[in-house]
């Protein structure tokens, strides 16, 4: 491929940073979090893990694969086939869909301590409600959380003290701008597995507790007895415990990986891979934790529309046909080993964690990190690979494709090589390095 973006995709983005604040919806999928200048901004079309984009490039999609929301990869025919019909029936009425009684079921089977369930139609919103449910259930204010949570005031609260107390939390620098100023003091930061830190806030602020809100794990698992150091600790102040599986869920095991690790909490939170591309979110809980859902109102619109409810069920069903999070530890293995291979081979110091394959990442070990991984994804981009440092495997990533992808990175990676010898990093560079973090764009 020449062109390091095509003109279609550019001349629209350009006029999106005009018209909307941001540039895109999404943080993680702004251009300028892969390449400035060169990643493609929109796509045409989405099959497998192919993406075809505006200019009609076609590229293998070696990245998080919609932010880990396609685990079954792009429009899956059977999740597909389910939404058409609905879509087809009409997905909208006054009346409500019954698909979603199905679904509330059928998540409770899948997760037998549950017996409560809301639906909603994304990971940010599902997560602010479980947080206001917990809180109306209990009649306290405070949250401990750990983890990255999404958007809300309830989360970005933590920041509103006198430093960024959510750093190292996925996102650094999020700035609170917007969020009262009165509800500094109601959110609680503690890093993973510090149980000191989290011991802190139980003695400080225990009695207001309403919930502990945390990622079970995300990149591998805890330590023995973190997870219900937590619990236990919680529930001893009177607050509940709520585990955020948006991203997560549905990797490591058919349900919340909670299941595996043996700790279950009072309630849970997915999203993302529920779906898989289709907007869906659901808070499930015992009846206790939830009893706050019945008090609080917690009510929209959309939350009522069909295509969510429909394509969850058909992608429980690919999911636990296929046993998906099998194939995507597989998967994920094997692009591990070539990224050590590959860093190996050319001499390159690379940090490659032994980490959870399904959520695989790399990094380079140098002063130009950012420069470097910058590089890399121009590169692979003009070899029709769309690449970054971390990959979500999916269903529809073959050993082929992985075997294409190997060849790509071997050839790119002597480059990065060569240029680090040569001191021309920057100099080989097609446009600025890519942001880290939050930043404004305009």
């Known amino acids: 491929m020449d062109e390091a973006v095509g003109s279609k995709s550019r001349d629209l983005y350009t006029h999106a940073k005009e018209r909307m604040p941001g540039g895109a919806q999404l943080l993680s999928k702004r251009p300028e979090m892969f390449a400035p200048d060169c990643w493609p ?5 989405a099959r497998d893990c192919e993406v075809w984009d505006l200019d009609g490039r076609h590229f293998y999609d070696m990245t998080h694969n919609a932010v880990g929301s396609c685990l079954l990869g792009y429009a899956h ?3 597909t086939r389910a939404v058409q019909e609905r879509v087809a029936r009409g997905s909208m009425c006054t009346l409500n869909p019954p698909e979603e009684v199905e679904l509330a079921d059928r998540l409770c089977e ?11 139609r994304a990971g940010g919103e599902a997560c602010a409600a479980a947080v206001r449910i917990a809180r109306a259930t209990t009649g306290r204010s405070a949250v401990a959380l750990c983890g990255y949570h999404g958007w809300h005031d309830w989360y970005l609260a933590a920041n509103l003290g006198d430093d960024d107390a959510l750093r190292g939390h996925l996102l650094r620098g999020l700035d609170p701008a917007g969020v009262p100023r009165e509800l500094r ?34 990149y591998r698992d805890p330590e023995p007895g973190f997870l219900a150091f937590v619990r236990d600790r919680a529930h001893t102040v009177g607050a509940l415990l709520v585990y955020d599986e948006i991203t997560i869920g549905w990797r490591r095991c058919y349900g919340g990986v ?8 009072d309630i849970a939170v997915f999203a993302k891979a529920l779906g898989n591309g289709h907007p869906i ?10 009893e706050g859902a019945h008090t609080s109102f917690i009510s929209s619109t959309y939350w009522t529309e069909s295509v969510g409810p429909v394509a969850a069920l058909a992608t429980l069903d690919a999911m636990r046909d296929t046993e998906v999070w099998a194939h995507a530890d597989r998967i994920g293995r094997m692009v591990q080993d070539l990224w050590r291979d590959a ?43 769309l690449a970054g440092v971390a990959f979500y495997a999916t269903l529809a990533h073959t050993g082929d494709v992985v075997a294409q992808y190997g060849e790509a990175v071997d050839g790119v990676f002597a480059e990065l090589a060569e240029a680090l010898s040569e001191g021309s990093v920057t100099d080989r560079m097609e446009g600025p390095p890519a942001h880290q973090g939050f930043r404004r764009l305009l």
Not at 41 to 45: L, T, V
Not at 110 to 118: G, L, N
Not at 345 to 373: I, K, M, W, Y
Request: glycine share 8%; with cysteine; charged share 20%.
């Open 281 to 290: 979110g659901a808070v499930i809980g015992t009846a206790d934790a939830m």
């Open 77 to 79: 025919p059977d999740v």
């Open 343 to 385: 860093g190996k081979r050319h001499g390159l110091s690379l940090t490659v964690p032994e980490a959870h394959a399904c959520l695989a990442h790399f990094g380079f070990d140098h002063e130009q990190a950012n420069e470097l991984r910058t590089l890399f994804t121009q590169r692979m981009l003009h070899r029709g690979f």
């Open 110 to 120: 899948i997760h037998p301590w549950a017996e409560r369930v809301r639906l909603f």
């Open 41 to 45: 901004a929109y796509f045409r079309e």
């Open 258 to 265: 909670h299941l595996q690790l043996g700790v279950t909490p």
């Open 185 to 218: 003091g109601t959110a609680f930061a503690f890093p993973y597995e510090d149980r000191v830190a989290f011991q802190q806030i139980i003695d400080a602020h225990g009695d207001r507790l309403a919930a502990v809100v945390m990622e079970p794990c995300r």
